[in-house]
């Protein structure tokens, strides 16, 4: 059983399979639609990111999906960035790459240099899990990475395909409903989980061998799973979740608000922002999901659909501060990752003998990728643990033991 056909329930499928055979069963339960935090939203029939919009050029398992599923990325349409303080654009994106770095040296001084060789250090570290998870090693407590560097793609016809994707490669059965209780059936050899479930139609059961919660569990969900029989008790709720709401506007932007009373001057596709204002995060001038070769990004005076990022959902005079006028604003409300910080020691994978966590590592760092290879991650300790293959979890001097395979 597989709770949740978000990327992480969905990868981790197809990762099972991969693994035990095609003649594993494999459940998985969704109380919403399939994708989670990969969404569309559909304005004037063409669709938009509500959710992830981009991939990061070395999420070699996003890369990995596309691939198989034989999916494309979506066309690149070009548009320039600034930061925005509230006041002041405090840096601007221009069309040369070495000017643009002169201008982030200028602005942050050494502290930007630092920045890029501590985010290359890390990268370079975490691009070894790959080589781990290829040779069959898992961890069984969570791992951190961080990246900010390299290009940015998406899938062509939208981020979510990928989910439904690989549950339609995987033949998994997907059971629309919500997961209530976990209990422990048996403790004699193997153990056996009862998984009770409810849905518009009703309330129904199941028994399975292994059970991945590839769903949050965290104080802000309502419907967090309970479990039973376990001794001792598991109790896996942790913090809070980061609220954040995307609003898809059509309409004209106000380019007044950023300083540029001709909105035909106004040269940005994208607007990020420092701690002020604070109502708004992010403004993106959209391209839908399906980019046709003749397609051209909307310019700043003829009206567009622009996504806003915010904590909160946007008031009235909100959108009036940054659209002269507007056709439409639809939303999607995200509990889009954990609040982190300095905190006890992180969850781990594994809550019970074949009964794991998979959103573990999103404690650590939250994005699709890092949900991926948690995936990867789980499928391996669920297979080497189901076939006692113990010395492929938590590997001491593991570097040198994958060298020496090499």
Known sequence: AVVGAGIGGSAVAHFLQQHFGPRVQIDVFEKGTVGGRLATISVNKQHYESGAASFHSLSLHMQGFVKQLGLRHRREVGGRSAIFNGEDFVLEETDWYLLNLFRLWWHYGISFLRLQMWVEE?????????????????FSGAMS?????????????????????????????VIHATVTTVTLQQTEGKPLYHVKYENEVGTGSDYYDIVVIATPLHLDNSSTITFEGFDPPIDVVQGSFQP???????GYLNSSYFGFPDPKLFPFASILTTDFPSFFCALDNMCPVNVSASFRRKQPQEAAVWRVRSPQPLLRSQL???????????TAEWQAHPVHGPR???PRFVLHDQL???????????????????AKNVALLAFNRWYQDLDKIDQKDLMHKVKTEL
Request: with cysteine.
């Open 244 to 250: 954040t709401v995307i609003s898809l506007v059509h």
């Open 320 to 330: 009036k501060t940054l659209f002269r006028s507007y056709y439409s604003v639809q």
């Open 356 to 374: 794991f966590l998979l959103n573990a590592l999103e404690w650590a760092a939250s994005s699709v990728e890092v949900t991926a290879v948690a």
């Open 145 to 173: 990475l961080a990246g900010a560097q390299g290009s940015l793609w998406s899938v062509e016809g939208g981020n979510k395909l990928v989910c439904s994707g690989l549950l339609k490669l995987t033949k998994a059965n």
């Open 344 to 346: 006890s020691p992180l």
């Open 122 to 138: 890390v990268m370079e570290k975490f691009m070894r899990i790959y080589k781990y998870q290829a040779h069959g090693y898992a």
